[in-house]
């Protein structure tokens, strides 16, 4: 059996994405009957009880093992060499190339521009580099719908809205409010926010007023991201989620890390970006809501995009990789 520790954070501030994939990772590699436990010492209590939940032992130190998987921004090399003699392989899940690592394998996910070389200058020209869609970190769930899930057809009646597990910008709250100053233009809707979210009981509030279906820490997301005919949400790996299973998205950038990725995306036509949340309205999603229900041919145009940039002939292949040499 292979030991794995992954280090990993989550709050308010930084968000719930990182765990989040991290989970997905923990999943897949125990399937592959593994040992795993999560190293997360700067996360709230919240956090590390959901994760335990899970079935998964949580520690706040480092211990030797086989597999260390790190999937945080304020770790580089210098830790990395550090814990070097204790571990058997480093994974580095990263998304920013903005630090050197020293690792044997490399996982960002994201499209971005020039992605297949932007990190030779910063891994050892041992590293395995896994880059790109093709080794998208998806959740069996998201898995399984993309089995039977086709191009959108067109037609603009389901929303979905997710701003990210805790929505430290509000995104949501600004949302909702749109809803005051334009007609119901959709059949349902369906808002989705986490447990981390600190507004989410006024959020609650404000869909029942408006007749909209409130969701909160749910382990169903892909089969609503299927049922959903667009989106309006945050980037980052939720984005990504969203164009996986072929849904047009308006998206919204509440992080610097997403910066890139959400641009890259808005090129490459699998998306419509909204701008920074400082820089985004009520009023704008306000207009936003009135203008998605005129778009059927671009969010036809835009599911078959996302539907061929995300297709893989073997989903989730990135394990293989961090097992490779451990068994």
């Known amino acids: 059996m292979v030991d794995v520790l992954i280090r990993v954070d989550a709050s308010t501030k930084i968000g719930t994405g990182h765990v989040m994939r991290c989970l997905t990772i923990a999943e897949e590699l125990r399937q592959r009957d593994c040992s795993i436990s999560f190293y997360m010492k700067d996360s709230n209590k919240q956090m590390k009880d959901f994760v335990s939940g899970k079935g998964f032992h949580v520690v706040n130190f480092f211990q030797p093992t086989d597999l260390f998987i790190i999937d945080h921004y304020d770790i580089d090399e210098k830790w990395e060499r550090e814990i070097r ?140 991201v299927s049922e959903a005919d667009v989106a309006i949400g945050a980037g980052g790996t939720a984005m990504w989620e969203r164009c996986y299973l072929g849904l047009p998205t308006a998206a919204v950038i509440v992080a610097d890390n997403q910066k890139q990725s959400v641009l890259e995306a808005e090129q490459h036509g699998l998306i419509w970006n909204l701008g920074e949340h400082d820089t985004v309205t009520t009023g704008d999603y306000a207009s936003v809501l009135t203008k998605l229900v005129e778009k059927q041919d671009e969010v036809q145009r835009m599911s078959q995009l996302c539907l061929q940039q995300t297709s893989s002939e073997r989903p989730n292949e990135w394990v293989d990789y961090f097992l490779e040499g451990l068994s």
């Open 85 to 224: 003699p204790h571990v058997r392989k480093i994974v580095v899940i990263d998304d920013l190339a903005n630090r050197r690592h020293d690792c044997d394998v490399l996982l960002d996910q994201n499209l971005v521009h020039n992605f297949a070389r932007r990190y030779d200058e910063l891994v050892p020209a041992t590293c395995k580099k896994l880059l790109g869609l093709r080794y998208f970190i998806a959740r069996d769930e998201f898995i399984q719908e993309r089995e039977s899930v086709k191009p959108r057809s067109g037609k603009v009646e389901r929303l979905l809205v997710f701003m990210g597990g805790t929505d430290p910008t509000n995104e949501s709250m600004k949302l909702l409010r749109a809803f005051h100053h334009v007609p119901m233009l959709f059949s349902h809707v369906d808002v989705v926010v986490g447990d981390g979210n600190k507004q989410k009981g006024e959020i609650e509030q404000l869909c029942k007023e408006h007749d909209l279906q409130f969701h909160c820490q749910i382990d169903y997301m892909a089969s609503l």
